[in-house]
């Protein structure tokens, strides 16, 4: 098998691969900028657009491209700190680094304006550092100081800010970000909010079940939701390959009715680009995106993890593609970036981490009595639970919310399903050829499994005796067609 | 003051809370068009419409998280579980999510979670669950269990209010059987606070929802009977648990019966004995006795439920004997 980027080398084919041949067959998708190449697509099978053509589109300010670049270089620094900071044993917890991935973090929460909400991931320092968060904040979070946003109670990435900056925290659990911030775009939807919310997830944290509730939900809800998957390859030591048999996972939103995207996430105007549209579409009412950002995690889990499982030509493969350095040439190419403003953002960094570096360092520990505090809100004075209401509050109380209680469905009836046309509609419908079949036999329907079962006291119901005498046996084909309400 | 069934207490909360809060939603299964499988939401769609009363897909992780995020938004999201047993199902949700947030990054979850609960009307093992102690061991939690129609809507109206993630189980056996004169108007009964719901000398009987009663009809009995006065305690609210009312009745009585529905393996009788060897050590005169269900699911022929399930002559003889210890 030849090697390819987005396989790790010395895994033998897939079971599963004949599955997805059939899925997938033919084209691939070109990244021509970065020479990232994605086999084994339909054209049009998802609604994927390389976000190459996208990018060549979208014309970027000066500033936003220097933008992109200040955070990418503060991303990679911040986390070159910690590693400092954790081998002289001043990073309580673990440090997960996002080496390869600051394109996808940087990238995408760019797109989100300041009104917006996000709830980053472990990797997602860059996101963080885009949203407003100070580089202090993150230092001191790692390092467990009462100065942290969470005063020394948890680590890592795991802080939000509801006030000012629109975070909320993640736990370690994946996934669960996903209703959540869904509940958030449907808030904000409700209250009159013209704002998106934006999470992430890996390429692991995917097979979750709230991964496939959330998104579901989302896209039941058009929530104004865009959500990034970020395909780094590896879920702890476990490869893509072996944790799902679909090539691409943006294939995943076809099953959910929403828009996708792929883009190579170590282009971080691609990756910008892809995310701005995604976050106009969702906030215009499109329904909840999710855009795959193909990267690599160069790192282990963690700093206590080397990856050797990772093969090596792989690692090379990507390590050749850092998303800094080649958009440094693209930079450089477009005379964005010369060597005298390339020094320029390294000593702004380099005075900026010394300063929040030291303040984290001379932060004091959480003191014990502090251990007891908080688990409870205590009421107003504590936090004053205040919506902010962008719409008039009395469409939402009677008469002008009420409405007569009863579902309208499209098309319900035609026989017409998102498949085919062939698929059977829910409440005892059957498919047409078990439907021809049944009115040939002209039996009264089946009886419904639930119908069927004997009541309790073992007599049949009153007026079974007779029709069941009468009744020839319903065809095999429409009692296997039928459908009754599945429920608990 | 108009006569009014458990059910309709739930009703008439959710009813007035969201007519007067335009920051109350109601989000679950089959809550709106349907009005929830028990009615309890019967009529809100029309009110307050499809913005505020939201049917979901059967996602209760979904549901929770949902919630979770709009109360971050400053909303005051219901979630019902359409049966608590459901609750399960977004376990990691609630404990790990909701439940910790305040605690670690100062973000409350005003939601409330809410669902029929419990057994004795032959719903089997999937219908029938109690579930306060899966989560009366997280902390972040406030637990609320009532055991009448006053209280139900007086609970339920104090959780929607509170800024805290509150668990309320409705036991469905009291839905329709038990009626009470409420007032029709607003008022709320504080989340932590029991009840004395009838005084004695001889012994305390510490119970809630459906057991309350059970428990009350067996202090009557013991009147009746054997001339022993019981005092029955409600606690209304599992967490945070009212020691003080608690710790007072026993140093009166002596003795201490608690009776739940809940298993009895880690049920919070147990708790409670814990809480009493603490700071009642000195004050009891017999040990604590427990009356609760089996350590085996719920089971679904009436014959094994009723076996499994405490009942009246159940606590009628556990009192007998500890009086007369």
Known sequence: MAFSPLRSGGIAPYSLRVCRREIHSGASLDFPRTGLKIEDRTPGDTPTMPATETAAKRKLSRQQYLDLYYYMRLNREVEDTMTKLFRQNKIVGGLYASLGQEGVSVGSAYALEKRDWMAPMIRNIGALLVKGVPPRDIFTQHMAKFTSPTKGKDGTSHFGDLENLHIVSPISMLGDLIPVMTGVAMAGRYLGQKIVSMTWIGDGGSSTGVFHEGMNLAASQKAAFVLILENNQWAYSTPVRRQVPIENLADRAKAYGIASYIVDGNDVVAMYCTAKEAVDRARAGEGPILIEAKTFRRRGHAQHDPAEYVPKEQLEHWEKRDPIALYETFLTKEKLLDAKSKKET???????????????????????????????????????????????????????SSVKPVWTVEGFGTGRSSARGDAPIHFGDVTPAAAAEKQAAAAPPAKTPAESLAPPNGKPPANSSATSAAKKPAPAAAKATLRGKARR | MPLVTFLEAIKQALFEEMAADPSVVLIGEDVGVYGGAFKTSEGLLEKFGWERVIDTPISESAIIGAACGMSYMGLRPVAEMQFIDFIACCFNQLTNFVAKGHYLWNAPAPIVVRGPSGGGVHGGPFHSLNPEMYFLHTPGFKIVYPSTPYDAKGLLKASIRDNNPVLFFEHKFLYRRIKEEIPAGDYTVPIGKAVVRREGKHLTILSYAAMMHTSLEAADALARQEGIEAEVIDLRTLLPLDEETILQSVKKTNKCLVVHEDTKTGGIAGEIAAILAEKAFHDLDGPLVRVTSLDTPVPYAPTLEEAFLPNAQKVFTAAKELANF
Do not use: Q
């Open chain 1, 346 to 400: 390294e000593d702004r960094i380099a005075t900026l981490l010394e300063k929040e570096r030291e303040f984290a360092e001379n932060s004091p520990m959480p003191p014990a009595e502090t251990v007891a505090t908080g688990v409870y809100c205590t009421g107003d004075e504590c936090h004053k639970i205040a919506p902010k209401w962008e719409r008039p509050v009395n469409e939402l109380l009677p008469p002008k």
